[in-house]
C-alpha cells in the first residue's frame, strides 16, 4: 500500500508512521513536489 501527503498535514504523518507506514521516494505528480511525503506499507499475503 502506498500513499501521499503534505508537510502540512502532520498529523497524518504521525498517523501514518504510527502504523507502520515507512518513507518512500515520490511518485507519479507528487515526485517533484518539496512538500510531498510518501510513505508505504506492506499488506499481509492472505495466502502466505
Known amino acids: 500500500m502506498i500513499l501521499a501527503t503534505d508537510t502540512r498535514q502532520p498529523e497524518a504523518v504521525a498517523l501514518y508512521v504510527s502504523e ?7 511518485f507519479g505528480v507528487y515526485r517533484d513536489d518539496p512538500r510531498s511525503r510518501c510513505y508505504a506499507k506492506p499488506l499481509p ?3 502466505c
Open 20 to 26: 507502520g507506514y515507512t518513507p518512500i521516494p515520490g
Open 45 to 47: 499475503c492472505p495466502a
